[in-house]
Every structure is written in C-alpha cells, then in structure tokens.
C-alpha cells in the first residue's frame, strides 16, 4: 500500500485544523469536545432556577456591581460594555450534535484507515510488539491498563489546558508557549519511554 510521504502528511495534518476553524470557527481539541459534551450532561441535569431575570435587568445588575466594585471607571464605554454583557456566551457550534459528529468521525476515520490497509482487527490491547510482552496477552489486563492509561490522559489534559490536537496542532500553530512546552513534554516523553522499553526489553 502507498502511504503519503512526511511532507504530504504534514500538509494534511495542518489543512485539517485550518479547514475545521474555517468551518466551525472553532479550535480543534478532541478534550475540549469531550469536556463539552460532559459538561452539556451534567448542567442538563441541574434543574433551572425558579428566578427569572430579563436581559436587560441582567446587565443592569451586572453594571451595578461592576460600578461598586471598581467603580465608574471600570466602565470605560457603558453602551459598549452593556452589548457585550447581553451577548450570549455559547456559541451555536458548541451544540452537542456538533460534538457528537466530531467523535463520529474519528472513529469513522479509524475504521477506513484500517480498513483499507486490510488490516481491520479489533482487540483490547495495543498492537504492537512492545505491549504484550510488557503486559501479557490478557484481554483482561490489556484493558485495565489501556483505561488506567487514559485516565491519566485525561487527568493530563485537565492539568495542561488542552489535549495532544489542541496543543500540538492548534496551539503550536499560533506560537502559544504554552503549547510549545506542552508538545515538546508530551513528544519527548514518548520517545523516551518507547527507547528506555526498547533497552530493558
């Protein structure tokens, strides 16, 4: 089978993340969707409060405390600030069926690439050489290390603001810093560990 050589690879991967901000106007983070669709779940399940307060009592309110806090000059353009209290902060795309189509489509994306390289079989560990020979050929213990591994992928993601498409695609591509050290730890603690495997294997 014919694989793209690096650079068209490259090309791919940056078209994707630009193509997805053209489209959606939104970054692409598989974490950030993933929080989304939580958070979505959650909140829906919070019955709403019983106070009903108008758009135009809301910013009123707002423009109070604001004033008492900091006082008239925090205010530096009233009207201005007063239309962007009163605009909504979630955004149409951040709707759950968007999200939903998003996790679709990896999964979907997966599915082909194996697919057309003939080689579709689906198993609860990892296929490499490296994995069973540190863990075993138990279906059993393949998938408790495969979760225990994304928890701490997940509890990763938390703590550094962003998952290995939001740092490593999308922040590095907008000269984040923190992007930049984020990838640069991720990456190179990979490479590390699959040599320092290789050597005591």
Known sequence: MHYLSFWQSGLVLAAIPVLHWIWLRRGLGVSGRYTALIDRVRTSAVPEADVEMSEADLVAALRAATVEAFGEDALEDPVAEAVALAEPTVRSAERPLVHLLFF??????????????????????????????VFGHSPLVSSLVLIFGGALVGFGTRISG???????????SQFQKGSWLA?????????????????LL
């Open 183 to 199: 990838t640069m730890a991720f990456f190179g603690t990979g490479v590390a560990t699959s040599f320092a495997l290789r050597a």
């Open 104 to 133: 679709v489509g990896l999964c979907a994306g997966g599915l082909l690439s194996a697919w057309l390289r003939a080689d579709l079989a689906p198993t609860l560990g990892l296929r490499s050489e490296l994995f069973p020979r």
């Open 162 to 172: 962003g998952c290995t498409s939001g740092h490593g695609l999308c922040g590095v």
